[in-house]
């Protein structure tokens, strides 16, 4: 079927058609044409349980049928109210929490917060600093957050300038450095940075992980060393735990495990399960006690959305996180993250892998052209729609970073399908090798 669907990030010219996608059960994808393919994206790194989880079905027919949306400009409702006490007792610290669509909206907010947070105070702070190869979102605020040349050079020009410090990426170390030294230099400089210049507003970063960067985990000890610096500079800390929260890297909560206190944290993504859009900014009292005033101060929060506190979506997301705790998912992710850990040797077997990075229940595989060099693999089509037709031979649905394969099925895959995933992973890259030959 010819798309008049303008796709994501997709060079068009390049697809003649795309797979229809008619029913899903499970991990399982099924086309028009009865083809069946393992989601190794997880809907786009969100899904939790599979496809057609009855309880998140049933919840949304009886809520929709019950109140299908009621604005949060002057009225509340249950679900949203319920699920904000159920996210600030998940998360230590937070006790307030703003709804909104998608995760960029969420980063969107927590700029917007942490920016009025002192203007409210009075205090001139205005400046943002970020990672370098961080991803926040694609609107103007995320992506200027979370700068990607690749993605972004077009709007540069339009984008608000940030402080911004290299990442340690033990596979593209610069030359003469350890590991260990590059971390010490990328602390070293943010430390150098917010001691000596007190219009810093705050500090973003994701939390655990660069996902859309390839899969970047940070050295033990690197982002809690950040939140510290941040805190003795009087710079608000802010982490996104879109893609890396509710499970994705083996934990509930990544900052909690990360041992940071942040000022602001937003949640996306795996919050409803994968089934519908919804995000959420935490943050403390302190942050949300700043903008209480008398109205005339003008000192509330000037945002909103249309379907902010959705209350489908609100009581989605409440049923799924009664789901992790009825399934103990959290803990069983710990056996099913070992089988990435045991397989990974069989992927540095192949010629075209440089370098495999994972975590709790990602794993992202870096293709290049010479292993010598680290050159990224080029192709004379995109390396996304080569691996995904070879992937599809295989029946395994993939949708690549670049150069970089990402594996990120729904957190709920079993054993064998998550060794279905990773055969058909390796069957893919050895089919692309000979293509390429
Ligand atoms: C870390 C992170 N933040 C924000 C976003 C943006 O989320 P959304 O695509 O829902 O706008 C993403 C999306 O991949 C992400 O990975």
Redesign the pocket.
Same mark, same amino acid.
Do not use: F, L, Q, V
């Given at each position: 079927m010819k798309s008049s669907v303008w796709h994501p990030n997709t060079q068009m010219s390049e697809w003649e058609h795309f797979p229809e996608i008619i029913n899903a059960k499970g991990v399982w994808l099924i086309d028009s044409q009865g083809k069946k393919l393992l989601d190794g994206v997880g809907s786009m790194?969100c899904n939790v349980w599979g496809h057609s989880k009855h309880e998140l079905v049933n919840s949304i027919t009886k809520q929709a049928k019950k109140l299908q949306h009621s604005p949060m400009f002057n009225l509340t409702n249950q679900p949203s109210e319920k699920l904000a006490k159920k996210l600030t007792s998940l998360s230590p610290g937070m006790n307030h929490v703003f709804f909104s669509d998608? !995760?960029?909206t969420a980063?969107e907010i927590s700029i917007k917060i942490a920016l009025q947070y002192w203007s409210n105070l009075g205090v001139k702070k205005t400046k943002i600093a970020t990672l370098e190869n961080g991803?926040? !979102? +694609?609107t103007f605020g995320?992506m200027s957050i979370g700068y990607v040349p690749e993605f972004f050079i077009n709007f540069k020009s339009k984008l608000f300038p940030t402080i911004k410090f290299p990442v340690p990426n033990k596979y593209r170390l610069p030359k003469n450095y350890t590991f260990s030294d590059y971390q010490n230099f990328c602390l070293e400089k943010i430390e150098e940075k917010l001691s000596n210049n007190n219009s810093i507003a705050a500090f973003v970063m994701?939390s655990g992980a660069q996902? $859309?960067g390839g899969v970047i985990i940070y050295p033990k000890n690197f982002q809690r060393k950040i939140n510290k610096i941040c805190k003795d500079n009087d710079v608000l800390f802010i982490l +996104?735990e879109? $893609?890396?929260g509710f499970g994705r890297l083996g934990s509930m909560i990544e900052y909690e495990n990360q041992r940071c206190k942040p000022d602001i944290v937003s949640f !996306?993504?795996m919050l409803t399960g994968g089934y519908l859009t919804f $995000?959420a900014t935490l943050t403390t009292d302190k942050i949300y006690n700043a903008f209480l005033d008398n109205f005339h101060q003008m000192k509330h929060l000037f945002h909103g959305h249309t379907y902010t506190g959705n209350p489908i979506a609100a009581s989605l997301a409440l049923t799924n996180l009664q789901l992790y705790k009825k399934h103990n998912l959290i803990q069983k992710l710990q056996a099913k993250s070992q089988i990435f850990q045991k397989r990974m040797d069989e992927f540095y077997e192949l010629e075209l892998v440089g370098d495999v990075r994972c975590k709790g229940m990602v794993m992202g595989i870096e293709l290049v052209s010479n292993r010598e060099r680290r050159t990224p693999l080029k192709s004379s089509k995109s390396i996304n729609k080569l691996v995904f037709e070879e992937g599809r031979k295989h029946n395994v649905y993939f949708r690549t970073l670049g150069n970089i394969i990402m594996l990120v099925p729904p957190l709920a895959i079993s054993s064998n399908e998550l060794n279905f995933l990773l055969d058909g992973t390796l069957k893919t890259i050895k089919g692309i090798a000979s293509k390429l030959k």
């Open positions: 790194w998608n !995760g960029s980063m991803y926040h !979102g +694609d995320s994701e996902m $859309a +996104d879109i $893609a890396t !996306g993504k $995000a």
